[in-house]
């Protein structure tokens, strides 16, 4: 059983930037490529970003291509979301996923963290 804490989340204005991190804890961090999510009220959740299990595969759904930066420290067991130039459309919950698959498979999600972006 693997447990995941979504931290950083929080208030900012647009143009602004948050840093999210997922701490895993309950097996080896490494095993497991890790995905961000994100859910705003009203609409279907999506995928934000994805990394393998090296760290060296990443990808990114096209709205934030260029702002978001996902990345990991497997010795940290954490897994990090670098958000840049938010905009009020980012406002969501973001989730962090750990997958033992390929993209697409979830095995284990966090409690998710608050994005709110709003002047």
């Known amino acids: 059983q693997v447990q995941l804490v979504e931290s950083g989340g929080g208030v900012v204005q647009p143009g602004g930037s948050l840093r999210l991190s997922c701490t895993a804890s309950g097996d080896t961090f490494s095993r497991y490529g890790m995905d961000w999510f994100r859910q705003a009220p009203g609409k279907e959740r999506e995928t934000v970003a994805t990394i393998n299990r090296s760290g060296i595969i990443t990808t990114y759904v096209d709205s934030v291509k260029g702002r978001f930066t996902i990345s990991r420290d497997n010795a940290k067991n954490t897994v990090y979301l670098q958000i840049n130039n938010l905009k009020p459309e980012d406002t969501a919950v973001y989730f962090c996923?750990?997958?033992?698959?390929?993209?697409?498979?979830?095995?284990?999600w966090g409690q998710g963290t608050q994005v709110t972006v709003s002047s």
């Open positions: 996923v750990a997958r033992l698959g390929g993209i697409g498979t979830y095995d284990y």
